[in-house]
């Protein structure tokens, strides 16, 4: 089981940038595929961005070329770089791997 945390997040205005944390403990990390989902209200919960433990990686067509995911087995720690952000980006993030969930983000795009 891996327990996993977050940290990052916030308001920023159209057009500005952050960075989500994901740190992970427990059992092994760096063969695990990490996720992280969004979930706006009133919306059902959606997959932005994965990684596999090789570095392959997935995004959906909404953030593409805008988001970013990476991992850093070292650190087991897995990052969502968000660019250009836009108001429909706003909603709590999450990140999970297997059944282990982090605790949710909020992250507000707004003017």
């Known amino acids: 089981q891996v327990q996993l945390v977050q940290s990052g997040g916030g308001l920023v205005q159209p057009g500005g940038s952050l960075r989500l944390s994901c740190a992970a403990s427990g059992s092994i990390f760096g063969t695990n595929t990490m996720h992280w989902s969004r979930q706006a209200p009133g919306k059902q919960r959606e997959l932005v961005a994965a990684?596999?433990?090789?570095?392959?990686?997935y995004y959906a067509d909404s953030v593409k070329g805008r988001f970013t995911i990476s991992r850093d087995n070292a650190k087991k720690t897995t990052y969502l770089q968000m660019n250009n952000l836009k108001p429909e980006d706003t909603a709590v993030y999450y990140c999970?791997?297997?059944?282990?969930w982090g605790q949710g983000t909020q992250v507000t795009v707004s003017s």
């Open positions: 999970w791997a297997g059944a282990s």
């Open positions: 990684i596999s433990g090789d570095g392959n990686t």
